[in-house]
């Protein structure tokens, strides 16, 4: 019984970090194709489509991303009160995220500033992503991992 209790809080973790990386993924494409792209020209997004198949699957990604993340992070921070778990698990899942990004700018022989931009905002996905997720153990819709 136990362990079938554990399992649900991991799939509730990793719906709450599906859904706000998701969330996150979403804001953030629409600010770099509405804002960041206007008023920045080095930031050029003029190819992206903002509903087109590439987005959509890039959403789905994210999505399961964030269903990765709250699951694992569920497990890292336990009922520990260490801040360097907390950070490790959001940069270890944005950077490997980010980098990738970075590495496939690079490939293309693009201008690298998009990608590095890319790149942030994954680390700021997992971020928000964490808030979210000690939000909800803070006010005990999920129950950390004992």
Known sequence: MELMTERLESLKAGVIGSISLGLAFLSTSLINVLWLDKYFSLVSY???DIVNLQVLLSGVIAGFSGFLFGVTYRYI???DTNPHLKTGGIWA?????GLTQ???GWHLNNPILPFLILAGESILWFA????V???AILRKWLK???
Do not use: C, Y
Not at 93 to 97: D, S
């Open 144 to 146: 950390p991992f004992s």
């Open 77 to 79: 921070i336990r009922v």
């Open 93 to 97: 899942f944005g950077l490997v995220r």
């Open 133 to 135: 997720l000690d939000t």
């Open 46 to 48: 003029n190819q992206i």
């Open 128 to 131: 928000l992503a964490a808030f």
């Open 102 to 104: 970075i590495e496939v």
